[in-house]
Every structure is written in C-alpha cells, then in structure tokens.
C-alpha cells in the first residue's frame, strides 16, 4: 500500500512558448496538510489543475495510490476522491443547502427527486465536519464562511479523500478561519490528504505540516511548515525583502482632490477632507463602513445625494466617470476581476481601456500608438507576460493587478483612488506595487488608499482617516497604532454591526506584514 494519495513525479506544463511549470515532484500523503508557496505567477495554480484532471502534464508522471494515473478530467479525478475547493465556490446561490450538497447526484425515485434520501444524505455530509445548518436555507443566504463549509460537505460526500483548498481564507475573518481549520484538524483526523493554498505566512505554520516553495515554475525547496517567514520569503523570491513597506517620505504639495460633505443616503454621510500632491491617505475601517463606496463616489461609479469634489480647485461633476478619467483621476476596484478587467481582452487592450478615446483620431483607435505605449508600460511596471496579445485572464493575480496600475500610469493620472491594492498580491508583487505608488507621489500625484490590512495603512500612509458606521470617525498620523485605528473604527457603530464585521478587523490587525498568495 502506497504512503502517497497523489504524487507529483517530475510533471512539467508549457502553454504556447511559456513553459510554466518544470520538473515538479510533489507528494500529498493520507492526514497532512502540505502547503504550496510561490509568488504569483510561480505556477500552484497549474499545479493544482494537474492534480485536479483541468490540465494534463507534458511531462512527467501522476501517481495515484503509487499506481501511474491519467487525469483526463475533473470527474475522473473526483472518482479517485480528489476534490478541489476553489476560492470562487461553485454553488448555486439559488438552490437550498441540500441540494447543493448533492450537486450533480440528486437521488431519484421512479423519475422524481427523493426529497428524504437528499436531505438524509446532505445531513450526514454536514455531520462529518460538524455544521449545523438549516438544508432548506437558499445556500446564496448565507455567509462565505458556511458556503465554504458546505462546498467541503460536497466534497465529501463524493467520498473525497484528498481536497485542495485554494486559498480558502482570503475572504474569511478571524473567528470564520477558526471554524475552517477545526474543521481541517479534524479531516486530518479522519486520515484526509489536503493541499492547502494561502498568502498569509502566519497560517502555514497553523494549519500545514510540510511546505514545498515553487519560483518562476521550478521546484525550490519542501521544508518544515514551522519554517521561519523570512526563510520562508527568501524561498520564494530569491532574495531578503528587508523593507516590506518602503513609503518614501514626500513633499506635500497644494490640495488635488479636496472632498466636501459628501453624502449617500444609506452608505455614507458628511464625508470631508482633502488629499495633497505628494500624499498617501489612507481609508481605514470595519468592512461596511462606507470606504468602498466613497471611493466608487469619488471615481463617477456610483450617485451621491449631496456634497462637491473639487479636483486642482475645479469643481468636478459627479457620477460620470469619463469626466473623472478625463480630470486625472484614476481608480483601482476592490475586485480586479469582476470590476477592473475585460478577462476576455489581451493585456494590452486592457493598458489601454482608460486613453483609448483621448488617443483616438477622428474617431478612430490608434492602434498603433496604444500598443506602443501599453508595451512601454507593461516594461516599466515589469507585467511577466508571453506578449502584449496574451489573455489577461491567463496572468497571474499579482501581474493582473499591475496591469490595472499601469491603465492609469499610461493615463497619466494624478488622483489615485486604490480600494484593496495589494489583495491576493504576493510579497514580492506588494513591494514592486507600492513603489509604483512612490512614483506616483514623487511625481506629484495624490493617492487615497482602501486596505483592509492595517499594517499596509500603518506603513504606507502618510495620513490615516478611519471611518466608522457610514462617517469620518476621526484622522491619525503614520505613527498610530493599530489600536488606535480600532478605537476610531468602533467609536461610531451602533448595535447593529455584525460580528462579522469587527471579526474581519480583529483577524486583519493580528495578520503577519510578510504574506503571499
């Protein structure tokens, strides 16, 4: 009897001419959690679709219980017990907890769906990793924390003995991350392999037992996961980040975006204050407090009740956004995917998305002209691609996000609104992102930064304002605490605040600074 579910034997993956993976060998063995490290683009993503029957290796072999396997397919993967958990879960929003349990093996009887064997089914699925949830409940009603538990439920009743979970805590907060690694404790328990996938360091040594560190789709190193996080980095770059925040101190110029009692009925209310040239702001609070939506205000995404916005003195029409592109401001979404990218587009039709009309010549694209520029600053902004024509879908997370910094660097823009900048973002892509934010400012830009992560707001602010319940609760200097920042982040929330809520500040301010995909 082998002492490997699934082995990895020297496989190897190239897309076109990009050779993406190289000779990897890893192992998942029966009640270990063997975590996968690398910067984006490194190659765990296609690491995991081979084990998972997406992608088929070009070399190399796949062992399953010591036997060589092909996994031409999900489903042949699935009834060899390999599940995966995707950070975008595959449920149906619409349809009760039970049957998403059941997803695809509804049980019949005599050509109807039979309503007790689903439920019974779905229950003892949930009981394995002791959820206690209401199976008729629409599964879109519930929290990302249950939906994820009940995707594992899924899994397990296809009998899966192997489950990757990739990157099953970015959207969780602390007390949810709890719930999820009990649950993996006690899958480990239950003699259940894992592959576990995460750019927080400081949930490694937590919840893995071994690491194996990919760099530029090369195999690096497998070490223990009580692996110091600066061993850990170095691994994964190839080099010490000795700064993991290097804010630049700048010169404070005159105001450039100067925001005066703006309100939405709902979302935020009486919201002022002023950015100068030279200046990184920061945005703190607990997630509902309204910071988003300023943003999305102040970038023409979303309508406002009352208030101005005056840019370079100039008062600047609200709810349009080619007027707010057109007066230099610039905006990067909380949501890369959803919000701030064409997928189907190339990299460089999705540079160019912002100056496509200002560039254009009597009413015609210059093609030309926009290639030649996206390419200059696809190589400033260091964007690893195949070419300029690559799907931006196919990128990394990391250079995707650099791709919607350089769409307004190639705008030319001098107001920057950044909501979650670094999100999914590697250590060594967060640094390389927050220099691009220094030239910004050293240029005599102006950037008003949403992060989540009060050590990023701590290290790359110059001021910090913190809201609360839908207002300002208060501004601090860059030499605050985190526990200051709460205090202010609290200080204006009435009982109606989840748990949920202050969960997600508690879990951000006790994050490691040194993180990675």
Not at 62 to 67: C, F, M, S, T
Not at 228 to 253: A, K
Not at 353 to 364: E, H, M
Not at 397 to 426: C, H, I, M, Y
Request: proline content about 4%.
């Amino acid at each position: 009897m082998s002492d490997t579910i699934l082995e990895l034997d020297k496989v190897s993956k190239s897309f076109g001419p990009v050779n993406v993976i190289k000779q990897v060998s890893v192992s998942i063995r029966p009640g270990k959690v063997q975590a996968l490290l690398g910067e984006n683009g490194a190659g765990k993503s296609t690491l995991i679709k081979m084990m998972s029957g997406v992608h088929q290796p070009d070399g190399g072999r796949i062992l399953v219980d010591g036997r060589e396997t092909v996994l031409p397919n999900t489903k042949a993967a699935e009834a060899l017990g390999i599940a995966t958990i995707h950070q975008e879960l595959n449920l149906v929003p619409s349809m009760s907890v039970a049957e998403n349990v059941l997803l695809g093996r509804t049980p019949r009887r005599f050509g109807l769906v039979n309503y007790p064997r689903l439920r019974r089914d779905a229950r003892a699925a949930l009981e394995v990793i002791g959820v206690d949830v209401d199976l008729d409940t629409p599964v879109g009603e519930l929290g990302i924390a249950r939906q994820q538990l009940v995707e594992i439920a899924k899994a397990l009743s296809m009998d899966a003995r192997m489950l990757i979970l990739d990157e099953p805590t970015a959207a969780l907060t602390g007390h949810e991350i709890d719930q999820l690694f009990r649950v993996v404790d006690d899958l480990k328990a239950k003699g259940v392999g894992m592959v576990f996938i995460s750019h927080h360091l400081d949930e490694i040594a937590r919840i893995a037992d071994s690491v194996s560190v990919l760099r530029d789709g090369e195999f690096v190193a497998e070490v223990p996961a009580d692996t110091e996080e600066d061993e850990l980095v170095r691994l994964m770059v190839g080099r010490d980040i000795d700064n993991q925040f290097p804010r630049q101190t700048p010169r404070i110029g005159e105001p450039i975006l100067e925001v005066d009692t703006l309100s939405s009925h709902g979302k935020f209310e009486d919201v002022s204050f002023t950015v100068r040239a030279g200046e990184v702001v920061g945005l703190a609070g607990l997630v509902g407090a309204g910071r988003t939506e300023v943003v999305r205000a102040l970038a023409g995404a979303d309508a406002i009740d009352s208030g101005a916005v005056r840019v370079d003195g100039r008062p600047l029409p609200l709810r349009n956004i080619a007027e707010a592109i057109r007066r230099g401001i610039g905006h990067v979404p909380e949501s890369r995917k959803s919000q701030g990218l064409v997928l189907d587009g190339s990299v460089g039709e999705n540079l160019g998305l912002a100056t496509l009309r200002s560039t254009s010549r009597l009413g015609l694209a210059d093609r030309a002209g926009q290639r030649r520029r996206a390419g200059e600053v696809a190589e400033k902004l260091r964007i690893r691609m195949a070419d300029l024509d690559q799907p931006i879908r196919n990128l990394s997370g990391g250079n995707q996000q650099k791709a919607v910094f350089g769409r307004w660097v190639l705008a030319g823009s001098k107001v920057l609104l950044l909501d979650e900048p670094t999100r999914g973002v590697d250590v060594g892509a967060k640094v390389e992102i927050y220099n691009i934010i220094n030239e910004i400012t050293a240029a005599g830009g102006a950037v008003l930064m949403v992060s989540s992560e009060l050590p990023e707001v701590l290290g790359m602010s110059d001021r910090i304002l913190v809201m609360s319940g839908g207002r300002l609760a208060g501004e601090l200097p860059r030499t605050a605490t985190q526990d200051e920042v709460m205090a202010l982040a609290v200080s204006h929330v009435d009982d109606s605040l989840t748990e949920n809520a202050i969960g997600h500040l508690e879990h951000d301010t006790s994050r490691s600074d040194k993180e990675t995909p």
